[in-house]
């Protein structure tokens, strides 16, 4: 679906040209491309560090490598692209940069989880993970509910304190999306069934969606909102959009990234929605 051409107007939509792959990435799995994951990413890891005036042309290489890697698992891919194009940072700031995007890459990819179904996650981040240079390591960011790895967990060996600092992180963070509808949206997910919300407050908000040390909340917004675009369910991207703005976004750049999707899905071409484009909310 990807290319060379659509990956350089990606990276170029007004007011989220530093954030584009973070909607991109979210999108494309939704759309169940998991091949095409890699690809977006590896591009904005070669945008964010080398000063390409061509951006197709990078786009291309871009490409090219990820391909290459995905037929042969022999071959490492590079960190540059390529050594002849100069660099928008100093060399010392290079992985340094990469690492931040690559983690947010990734921590795109588990929060849609819950929004996209958990098989089409693993299957974006196995195809990210075999096409990412190896100096780019994924680690540990959470803190585990338990005070050490043991087979046998014991009331003594839940970190009670961490399960405190979520649930109070959660709140804050439902409120903020939320904001003065929150207690009504809580009320209403509580009486369609008790369990719903109690799993959506300690499961999803608390432990995943708040966590913003690699994703801030303006960007898990926008990750949202593109997987709920596709997935045709108005009553929650409304809330989302919404909820973007909440989190800081400005109505421009939430629109970029409502066109954004849209110009993704419809270059998948099987993508609809049951009262027509027309009909899908916008800020």
């Not at 290459?68 to 002849?84: G, W």
């Not at 304190?161 to 409120?175: A, C, K, P, V, Y």
């Not at 939320?178 to 799993?199: G, M």
């Not at 995943?208 to 369910?233: H, N, R, W």
């Amino acid at each position: 679906m990807l290319t060379a051409e659509r990956l350089a107007e990606l990276a170029s939509y007004e007011h989220i040209q530093d954030s584009w792959y973070i909607p991109a990435i979210a999108c494309i799995s939704q759309l169940n491309l998991p091949e095409d994951a890699p690809v977006i990413c590896y591009f904005a890891l070669q945008r964010r560090v080398l000063n390409a005036v061509d951006l197709v042309k990078l786009a291309q290489q871009c490409i090219d490598t990820v391909r290459r890697a995905q037929q042969d698992p022999s071959y490492e891919v590079p960190q540059l692209v390529s050594e002849d194009l100069p660099l928008l940072c100093s060399r010392n700031d290079v992985l340094g940069m990469q690492q931040t995007l690559i983690d947010q890459t990734r921590e795109v990819i588990l929060k849609i989880s819950v929004m996209i179904g958990m098989p089409k996650s693993i299957n974006a981040m196995m195809a990210l993970k075999a096409a990412t240079p190896k100096c780019l390591m994924a680690t540990v960011h959470r803190t585990t509910m338990l005070e050490s790895d043991t087979s046998e967990v014991t009331p003594n060996s839940i970190n009670v304190d961490q399960l405190s600092l979520e649930i109070n992180r959660g709140t804050h963070f439902w409120n903020a999306v939320y904001s003065k509808i929150s207690q009504r949206v809580q009320t209403q997910i509580y009486n369609a069934y008790p369990d719903l919300w109690n799993y959506i407050f300690h499961h999803i908000y608390s432990p995943l969606l708040s966590y913003t040390d690699i994703l801030p909340g303006k960007e898990t917004s926008f990750a949202a909102i593109a997987c709920m675009i596709p997935q045709d369910v108005n009553p929650q991207l409304k809330g989302h959009l919404k909820g973007a703005l909440n989190n800081g976004a400005s109505v421009e750049q939430v629109n970029s990234v409502r066109q954004l999707v849209l110009d993704m899905c419809e270059w998948k071409g099987d993508v609809t929605w049951k009262d027509g484009k027309e009909s899908i909310p916008r800020v």
